[in-house]
């Protein structure tokens, strides 16, 4: 099963073609990155270095490990993750991705003179929830500070954040690596998770004589989450980012869709000899609008910071931040940073302090539904393999539909089988997600039983199945209108055999010629004749008694 | 009733003050509709016409002037009454408001709706209908709070001709008790400055000597209460931007509690000082001021859920008053305000404001605050800061000036150098290496800490009293161009008003005396402080310190002349 969902993908997107499966497709993909393309390429230049970038190119993937002997890469990771509140983070401005631009905004979100930020109460309790979902110790007194820059985007001239005391430090995240790729379970670290509101978007003219500022996306709230230093490869910040987006998934705090920009990852790499305690020097990498350009993003640019050590020239690895370009795989520099950016932080005096009490705290605990690693545990338990366990805890709403199917009964294992296989080949093709179908974990509960009792057979089940999914209706229902029950009695089995037999002298004649693989044919025969009703096992049965017998 | 109220400065003032009305044992008619007449011929009342002021020979004590009254509560009699109409009083105003404007151009915009608007009001009385509480009173709104209908520049030319999309919450407030905006006041470029001289637009003149600037950055607003180009006005107060023109101009000037009124659409400049206040020729115009725009708002996460209380109700009638309506009040006279680099004259006005409470009551003591000369330098570094901050959305992309340039710096750098005054410019580049990295601890977070040490002084100082009194500038209105070429003087004469602000506590400044110069003499202001949210013991105590007040009429030559 597991092949009919990787195959064709797996050249591209490692282990997130699962996901997509389940998310349905943004038509609006291409005009993000168009824009964001536009946005960056004025700035960007091509880097001088002599390093031979072919080289790395043509290094296929899987020599990446080989590539980096002797050196470490040290990735850390800034993810921010776009809050689904109904409200801007401090107006009462509504935000849907794809409006037309400067349609969702308001004197507050423009910065016009005289307005006043005031907290969304919403924002705080997404951020408890994710700061308790990633193990954090949580400030019980936070504040937001002012970050000051100047960009057309930013409209006050300063981005409200929180600096020295965010809301949630010290915590980390657990996942499972994919079996594919050997597996396994880490554990990395959460620096911290802050409060902030996103910026605008700024649309360039195709000549790039002008630029518009779209200021829809000015003050929607974000969860900046800043990992510790632990991830090792491309991969594992890759399986980081998405365990991050299937934990704002299953909290209901975001829709983490990064086409959207709803999860926005920046990463830090540095490469190091092994052995050596200092970091080397670290590159930003930004541009990452997929887990798999996370992935590969990153090993280039370890290949490449690699090779520039091993060629001698580690002195060409500068702080900088460089940017991923899908066309060409390759990272670019965008720009160098001349010393410190100096953002001028102070707290925020338009608004209060945070203060966190124990009962709500307490409150948003209780509230938490079960998180993914939880969730994978139970599987576990439930004597699942790892794959079917990614598989099914990597989507909420799959695992919801899963487990409301085994709470009705099924067997685990069966229905992990029905959601993994046909389920998803359907949803696949319909480019549907899992709640949006018009099958309920009631009906796969009682068509698993319905085979399992034998009422109707494996194969009626696929059909009937089809029909559950794209027109809804019971199992109960569907086989009584159609008259699907399995035939079981062996006496009718017995005379459809006769018939087929008497229809079929010449192959019986070949069969008992010693073509014993003609048997197939006999079995297909019989079970067109019964309409697809006969059981198969006491079809077999007959039919091999008849074949063999009767001579 | 006659007050019976000893007024032992009624000597005293009469050899030092260079009045032109002669004192003689006066008595105020009891009977309100005569003392309104009163005021209405303020002109005819300091010319000491006789037959406008009744002589009560059985009176046993010396009485002047009438007290000022509400204005607003008169206006509201005369329309109730129909002895007026709106449009009648809107007329008087608008005339004087044109005769006098061109020497003391507070305004930088007149509405065009007055009359209208008037009109309405008249047609709401004829109808019968419920009239709000300040219908068809004329306000004048400094011209950084945001009105939807008139330009709001903030006295900056980076904002000329910029018109909010929306009403300031006080302004909407106003609105809806039935107040018509007559204009948005001259100011010293978003705040900041104390002569009004820093306007981006034009220089406003105090009316009792045009030579003189009206104080600021609330100049506009000042002296327009105090030329009677309106009937009460908005303005705001950071570091003593109420208050100092108040004093300077002989009005009465209110700064609230910090969070008391709304700052939503006020345009900020340091927003934890910030606070809307307002100005009246009266008392009890203020309180009536600050009831109408006080309250919690949901759209000003600072402003606060505090009760509000009828400021008005509590201010008893003069005619009222026991011997000692202040009796058992504790007064502290802050002992460094009254010092050295304090014009004589004000100090000698301020200690015979503290006998006259005294008189009337209250137990004066002198009490020590002693981190009161660091707060000024902590005021500017933390206003500075913030208004780097504050200032920057005015960039010159979505509104406002914006320069032609090739590339994004020059049409940030353009905009701004083009945009600002000077002042301006030189808080933006105080307060942006104050916040710069590496500075931070040594300005900021020092300046903060000399903030709690100030708020804390406030608190002992005001645990052992009940208000506290000092002058509200160091020194009475001073010469247009005095102080333009030297900002540290400037400055220097906030010491007296940013404590207040730093402590984040009320104060209000009532006329209290007059100091040689001009042609009628400078108005004194007394600066009276409480504990936060004591607004109405304030005003209670100022509106029977200003009632008994009865030798001194705070109308300046200008309308006399």
Not at chain 1, 144 to 165: A, E, T, V
Not at chain 1, 493 to 512: C, G, H, S
Request: proline share 5%; aromatic share 8%.
């Amino acid at each position: 099963m597991a092949l009919i969902c990787h195959g064709g993908i797996i050249a591209n997107s490692l282990f997130l073609s699962k996901s997509a499966l389940f998310t349905r497709s943004s038509s609006s993909l291409f005009h993000t990155l168009q824009a964001l393309k536009a946005r960056v390429s004025p700035r960007a230049e091509s880097t001088t270095s002599t390093l031979k970038e072919e080289l790395i190119q043509a290094t296929p993937k899987r020599a990446v490990e080989q590539n980096t002997h002797g050196f470490e890469a040290i990735i850390g990771i800034e993810t921010h993750v776009q809050l689904s509140t109904l409200t801007k983070a401090f107006c009462s401005c509504p935000y849907l991705y794809g409006s037309q631009p400067n349609t969702t905004i308001c004197p507050i979100c423009m910065g016009h003179p005289g307005t006043l930020p005031v907290l969304n109460s919403k924002v705080i309790d997404f951020a408890v929830k994710l700061g308790l979902a990633l193990n954090c110790k949580l400030s019980m007194t936070s504040k937001f500070d002012r970050k000051q820059y100047f960009y057309p985007d930013l409209p006050k001239g300063y981005q409200i954040s929180q600096f020295d005391i965010p809301i949630a430090t010290n915590g980390f995240i657990d996942l499972d690596l994919p079996v594919e790729f050997g597996g396994g379970h880490r554990r990395f670290g959460i620096t911290r998770v802050h409060m902030e509101e996103d910026a605008g978007k700024l649309l360039h003219s195709e000549t790039g004589s002008y630029s518009q500022v779209d200021l829809n996306r000015a003050g929607v709230p974000l969860l900046e989450i800043v990992s510790e230093p632990d991830m090792r490869s491309g991969l594992e910040a890759a399986e980081y980012a998405a365990e991050i987006q299937r934990l704002v998934r299953y909290l209901g705090i975001s829709n983490g869709n990064m086409q959207e920009g709803s999860l926005r990852c920046d990463v830090n790499v540095s490469v190091r000899p092994i052995g050596q305690l200092k970091f080397g020097t670290k590159v930003e990498i930004k541009n990452l609008n997929s887990f798999s350009a996370m992935n590969r993003a990153i090993d280039y640019e370890i290949s490449r910071q690699v090779l520039l050590h091993s060629q001698g020239q580690s002195e060409q690895i500068v702080q900088e931040t460089r940017l991923w370009e899908d066309g060409a795989q390759k990272t670019f520099t965008m720009r160098k940073k001349e010393g410190l950016a100096d953002y001028r932080y102070f707290p925020e005096p338009d608004l209060p302090e945070v203060v966190l009490t124990k009962d709500y705290v307490d409150k948003i605990h209780q509230s938490l539904p079960e998180l993914p690693e939880a969730k994978r545990r139970r599987y576990e338990q439930l004597g699942l393999t790892m794959q079917d366990v990614l598989f099914l805890a990597n989507d909420n709403h799959v695992a919801e539909f899963f487990d409301t199917t085994i709470e009705n009964g099924a067997d685990a294992k069966l229905a992990a089988n029905w959601i993994m296989s046909d389920i998803a080949a359907f949803l696949k093709n319909e480019r549907l997600s899992i709640n949006e179908v018009k099958l309920t974990p009631f009906e796969l509960s009682e068509l698993i039983a319905s085979i399992k009792n034998g009422t109707i057979s494996g194969k009626i089940g696929k059909e009937i199945l089809i029909e559950l999914l794209s027109k809804g209706g019971t199992v109960k229902s569907l086989i009584e209108e159609k008259d699907l029950v399995q035939i079981v009695d062996p006496t009718v089995i017995e005379a459809l055999v006769d018939k087929v037999l008497a229809a079929n002298p010449k192959q019986l004649q070949q069969y008992r010629g010693g073509k014993t693989k003609l048997q197939g044919f006999f079995a297909g025969q019989v079970m067109k004749e019964s309409k697809g009703k006969a059981n198969p096992l006491v079809l077999n049965k007959i039919l091999i008694e008849k074949l063999k017998g009767d001579s | 009733m006659p007050p019976a109220i000893q007024n032992p400065r009624f000597l005293l003032s009469q050899c030092r003050l260079p009045f032109h009305f002669t004192p003689a044992p006066l008595q105020l008619p009891p009977n309100p509709s005569l003392r309104r007449q009163l005021h209405r011929s303020a002109a005819s009342a300091l010319s000491s016409d006789p037959q406008t002021i009744s002589r009560d020979p059985k009176s046993p004590y010396p009485s002047l002037p009438s007290p000022p009254s509400s204005q607003i509560l008169s206006i509201r009699e005369s329309l109730l009454s129909r002895q007026r109409t709106a449009a009648d009083i809107a007329d008087e105003y608008l005339d004087r408001l044109r005769r006098t404007e061109p020497q003391i151009r507070s305004f930088l915009h007149v509405s065009e709706t007055v009359m209208r608007e008037a009109e309405e009001v008249d047609r709401l009385v004829e109808s019968g209908a419920a009239l709000g509480p300040l219908a068809g009173v004329l306000i004048g709104v400094k011209d950084n709070i945001c009105t939807a209908d008139m330009p709001s520049t903030g006295g900056s030319k980076i904002l000329e001709g910029y018109r909010p999309a929306f009403d300031a919450t006080a302004v909407r407030m106003l609105k809806e008790a039935g107040a018509i905006v007559i204009g948005k006041t001259n100011m010293d470029e978003f705040g900041m400055g104390s002569t009004t001289e820093g306007s981006g637009f034009q220089v406003t003149a105090n009316p009792w000597d045009i030579s003189r600037v009206p104080g600021g950055s609330s100049g506009g607003s000042a002296a327009a209460v105090s030329a009677k180009q309106c009937v009460v006005s908005l303005g705001s107060d950071t570091g003593g931007s109420v208050r100092q023109p108040a004093s300077f101009c002989g009005v009465v000037g209110l700064k609230p509690t910090y969070g008391r009124v709304s700052r939503y659409g006020l345009m900020a400049y340091a927003s934890s000082l910030d606070v809307i206040g307002c100005f009246g020729s009266s008392v009890i115009d203020t309180a009536i001021i600050l009831n109408a725009v006080s309250g919690h708002d949901r759209f000003d996460a600072t402003s606060s859920t505090h009760e509000v209380p009828e400021y008005a109700s509590c201010l008893i009638s003069i005619d009222d008053l026991d011997s000692k309506p202040l009796k058992g009040l504790r007064v502290g006279m802050i002992r460094e305000t009254i010092g050295d680099g304090v014009d004589m004259g004000v100090v000698s006005s301020i200690k015979d404001s503290a006998l006259h409470l005294e008189e009337l009551g209250a137990i004066v003591t002198e009490v020590s605050l002693p981190s009161f000369s660091l707060g000024l330098p902590a005021y500017y570094i933390l206003a500075s800061s913030e208004a780097s901050s504050n200032l920057s959305r005015y960039d010159g992309v979505r509104y406002g000036n914006q320069a032609t340039a090739d590339e994004l710096n020059y049409l940030y750098g353009d905009s701004r150098a083009e945009g600002f005054g000077p002042e301006v410019k030189m808080r933006i580049l105080m307060g942006t290496y104050a916040l710069s990295a590496g500075y931070y601890d040594a300005y900021y977070k020092r300046a903060q800490q000399v903030r709690t040490l100030v708020r804390k002084s406030f608190k002992d100082a005001l645990d052992k009293n009940d208000i506290l009194i000092s002058p509200a500038a160091p020194s009475p209105a001073y010469k247009i161009g005095e102080k333009v070429n030297d900002p540290l003087a400037m400055y220097a004469g906030d010491i007296m008003t940013v404590n207040v602000n730093l402590a984040g506590v009320p104060a209000l400044v009532a006329p209290c005396g007059f100091v040689e110069g001009g042609i009628a003499g400078l108005p004194v202001g007394l600066q009276m402080i409480a504990s936060a949210f004591n607004e109405d013991k304030l005003l209670r105590v100022g509106h029977i310190f200003e009632q008994t007040l009865q030798n001194f009429k705070f109308v300046p030559p200008l309308l006399t002349e």
